[in-house]
């Protein structure tokens, strides 16, 4: 099985594809006649010592690197050079060193904590953004493939405006002015014609505060957070079906349902919570203990599935999150295929969680994230959700590294 068939390794940062590398540790893994009888600890032992961690200070140079077309050795350039670059670009377009206008941190200290930070918070990226004249696109890449946070926030006014700034080449100066201007403007019902379903359809700003006063009024309206929704409310009844045909249902339904209704229909979003976090260990209290005590802390975080998450999903109070997605993808392709060969099971899964990424407007699956990785390693085993509450179990179990 060739794992380049199914990633594209061509588009990360020039001279040092992570793409590629991390597909790459996935063939030697999987390649072994040893991996099908892999345990916990040999998987811990991977995501640890073969995962390769997307830093910020390091995407960003080689971002730079790239973007600036240098000649010389990526190993060669120095601080002081990618400095100048952040530099030039910022006085061309008139960036600030903060989107806080009262910061007194002198230009040199806020260019040494680039250049230097393994993470960043999110608005250092979009500062960024401005400041290097980034297409939405690279933005989307630094939000998810390095900080592994979600995507631009389109129920978010400030996130949507800043998203047509960048599409469009404009400044933060104009971004800054069409946020004033939007909390000043009267959200009017009945503002413009014709209905706005997508970001991807705006192309005016007229068009733009067309979409935020809708999204005022309705933050649910977005085409891709609609779908989102939609996906995972599917993805959601699949994974009770499975629940309520494989589990002893008398331990997950809620008791104080009818008795007439069907043991799917009864199945809670607290029973979906224990089955997902079967390998998690829980406290005294009963409570499950902190993500931050599993040794794949650094490597795997966020990527519980709560009742409460859920529930505000179903709710429409939060918006839906790749890992969300992923994760219930991959407990249902594990017991829908579980007779299939594992390579089909894999091949199956990568091509339709895609097409659902897609569509919701989210980025494919990405290799080089320890968490997508560690689920693409269990597909290929053959009990993979079981391997993977066992890596999970064995994760809080010890007190360092395998």
Not at 107 to 122: C, D, F, H, I, Q
């Amino acid at each position: 099985m060739d794992f380049r068939d199914y990633f594209d390794c061509s588009q990360s940062i020039h001279d040092y594809n992570y793409t590629h590398k991390a597909v790459q540790n996935l063939q030697r893994l999987t390649g072994t006649a040893e991996f099908q009888h892999a345990d916990a600890k040999t998987i811990c032992y991977h995501i640890i010592n073969k995962t390769e961690i997307v830093i910020f200070h390091d995407y960003l140079k080689r971002y730079l690197y790239q973007r600036s077309a240098l000649r010389k050795p990526f190993h060669l350039v120095s601080d002081d050079e990618y400095g100048e670059i952040i530099t030039s670009s910022f006085v061309e377009t008139q960036t600030p060193r903060s989107f806080n206008p009262n910061t007194v941190r002198r230009w040199s200290r806020v260019l040494s904590s680039w250049l230097n930070a393994k993470t960043v918070p999110r608005d250092t990226i979009f500062l960024l953004g401005f400041g290097l004249r980034m297409p939405p696109g690279d933005v989307s890449e630094f939000l998810v493939k390095v900080l592994k946070t979600e995507d631009f926030n389109f129920s978010d006014p400030r996130e949507t405006i800043l998203w047509y700034c960048y599409k469009n080449g404009f400044s933060y100066s104009k971004a800054n002015a069409l946020m004033t201007k939007f909390e000043n403007e009267t959200h009017e019902s009945d503002y413009g014609e014709p209905f706005i379903h997508s970001v991807n359809e705006i192309k005016t700003e007229e068009q733009l505060f067309r979409y935020l006063h809708r999204n005022s009024q309705n933050d649910t309206f977005n085409r891709n957070i609609q779908d989102a929704y939609s996906a995972f409310d599917k993805l959601l009844e699949q994974t009770k079906n499975i629940i309520s045909e494989l589990y002893e249902t008398s331990d997950y339904v809620n008791p104080d349902q009818n008795d007439t209704k069907t043991n799917h229909d009864r199945i809670t979003l607290t029973a979906v919570e224990m089955v997902l976090n079967s390998g998690v260990p829980h406290r005294r209290n009963g409570n499950y203990v902190a993500e931050r005590l599993s040794l794949l802390y650094p490597y795997i975080k966020n990527a519980r599935l709560t009742r409460q998450h859920m529930h505000l999903i179903q709710r429409r109070r939060c918006t839906v999150k790749r890992n969300d997605i992923i994760l219930l993808q991959f407990f249902n392709y594990s017991y829908e295929m579980q007779n299939a060969a594992p390579c089909e099971r894999f091949k199956r899964f990568v091509d339709s969680t895609n097409d659902i990424l897609k569509r919701c407007g989210m980025l494919e699956l990405y290799p080089v994230n320890p968490f997508e990785s560690f689920l693409l390693l269990c597909l290929l085993s053959d009990e993979p959700f079981d391997l993977y509450t066992d890596v999970m179990e064995y994760s809080y179990n010890q007190t360092s590294p395998a």
